[in-house]
C-alpha cells in the first residue's frame, strides 16, 4: 500500500505544485493522473520516490516512510519504485538486453555493475520479460534501432526487472501514435494484474486512461479535484478538472474507436 500524507510541494521559484495531497492506493491497483498542464501530475510522481524532494508531508510505501529516509536508505527503498518515461529512457548504444538488465543496477555489486556481469537468474528473467512483451528476437539489437513502442516496451521490463512493489509511470504514450499508444497501455495494465502491481500513470489522454484503467484521480492546482472510477468521469466532472471543452465528443470518440486486439509491431 502506497500513502501519500498532506504532501505539498512549493518550487523555489514559489510555485506551489502540490497542495496537501492525501492518497491510498492498495496493492495492486492501477490508477490514472490526469488533470491540465501544470496541474502537478509529475511533481507528484516525482515526489513519491523522491527524485523531487517534498516541502512537506509524508510518502509511506509498505509500511516504510520514504520521505524520513537517509539518501542510503532511499537508495535501497528505491529498488521497489520502477519508473517508466515518457522518453524511454534507454541507452541508446547498449543492447536491448543491457537496457533491461540494467534495472538490476540497484541489485548488483559495484564490480558486476561496472563489468556488467550479471547473475545468470537476472538473464533468465529478462529473456522471460522480453518473450512476455513480444521481443524476445530483439535481444541483441542495438536500442536506437528500435520503434518508439519497441523502446517503450524495453522500458517496461527495465522497471519490471527491478521486482518493484510499485509502478511510477510518467506520460508513457506522449511519444506514440494512437494505436501504439493503446498498446503500450493495456500491456503495462495487463502486466501489472499478472504482478498484483500497483502503478501510477501520469496520462494526457483521459479516453486512453478510462479505457484501462480502475481508478483515475484528477488534479487540478495542485489538489485532488476528482477520485473515482473511470465510468464517473462525466462531462460535468472534467469540466471541474479542465475547464470548458467539448467533452461529448472525446467521449464518444472512444467509443467509435472501440478495443482493438494487441497486434505486433
Ligand atoms: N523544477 C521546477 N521549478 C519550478 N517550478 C516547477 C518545476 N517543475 C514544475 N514546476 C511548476 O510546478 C507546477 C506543476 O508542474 P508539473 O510539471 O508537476 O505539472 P504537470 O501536471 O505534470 O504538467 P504537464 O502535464 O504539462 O507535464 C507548474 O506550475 C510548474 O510550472
Known amino acids: 500500500m502506497l500513502r501519500l500524507e498532506k504532501l505539498v510541494k512549493t518550487y523555489k521559484t514559489g510555485d506551489q505544485a502540490l497542495k496537501s495531497v492525501d492518497l491510498e492506493v492498495p496493492d495492486g491497483q492501477v490508477l490514472a493522473l490526469i488533470g491540465p498542464s501544470g496541474a502537478g501530475k509529475s511533481t507528484l510522481i516525482r515526489c513519491i520516490n523522491r527524485l523531487v524532494e517534498p516541502t512537506s508531508g509524508n510518502v509511506f510505501l509498505g509500511g516504510v516512510e520514504l520521505t524520513g529516509l537517509s539518501s542510503g536508505n532511499l537508495r535501497k527503498e528505491r529498488r521497489r519504485m520502477g519508473m517508466i518515461f515518457q522518453e524511454y529512457?534507454?541507452?541508446?548504444?547498449?543492447?536491448?538486453?543491457?537496457?533491461?538488465?540494467?534495472?538490476?543496477?540497484?541489485?548488483?555489486?559495484?564490480?558486476?555493475?561496472?563489468?556488467?556481469?550479471?547473475?545468470?537468474?537476472?538473464?533468465?528473467?529478462?529473456?522471460?520479460?522480453?518473450?512476455?512483451?513480444?521481443?524476445?528476437?530483439?535481444?541483441?539489437?542495438?536500442?536506437?534501432?528500435?520503434?518508439?513502442?519497441?523502446?517503450?516496451?524495453?522500458?517496461?521490463?527495465?522497471?519490471?526487472?527491478?521486482?518493484?512493489?510499485?509502478?511510477?509511470?510518467?506520460?508513457?504514450?506522449?511519444?506514440?501514435?494512437?494505436?501504439?499508444?493503446?498498446?503500450?497501455?493495456?500491456?503495462?495494465?495487463?502486466?501489472?494484474?499478472?504482478?498484483?502491481?500497483?502503478?501510477?500513470?501520469?496520462?494526457?489522454?483521459?479516453?486512453?486512461?478510462q479505457m484501462f484503467v480502475q481508478r483515475v484521480i484528477g488534479l487540478r492546482f495542485g489538489a485532488v479535484e476528482f477520485d473515482g472510477p473511470p465510468d464517473a468521469l462525466t462531462p460535468v466532472v472534467l469540466t471541474t478538472i479542465y475547464g470548458e471543452e467539448d467533452w461529448e465528443a472525446t467521449i464518444d470518440k472512444i467509443d467509435e474507436e472501440g478495443d482493438e486486439p494487441e497486434a505486433a509491431e
Request: aromatic residues 4%; proline residues 3%; charged residues 30%.
Open 89 to 209: 529512457a534507454l541507452v541508446e548504444r547498449l543492447t536491448v538486453m543491457e537496457n533491461v538488465l540494467s534495472g538490476r543496477l540497484g541489485y548488483v555489486s559495484f564490480w558486476r555493475s561496472f563489468l556488467r556481469k550479471y547473475p545468470q537468474k537476472d538473464v533468465d528473467e529478462a529473456f522471460r520479460l522480453l518473450d512476455r512483451v513480444g521481443l524476445l528476437e530483439m535481444a541483441d539489437k542495438r536500442a536506437d534501432e528500435l520503434s518508439g513502442g519497441q523502446r517503450q516496451r524495453v522500458g517496461i521490463c527495465r522497471a519490471l526487472i527491478q521486482d518493484p512493489a510499485l509502478l511510477l509511470v510518467d506520460e508513457p504514450t506522449a511519444s506514440l501514435d494512437p494505436k501504439t499508444s493503446r498498446q503500450i497501455m493495456r500491456l503495462i495494465c495487463e502486466l501489472c494484474k499478472e504482478r498484483g502491481l500497483a502503478a501510477i500513470i501520469n496520462i494526457h489522454d483521459v479516453a486512453l486512461a
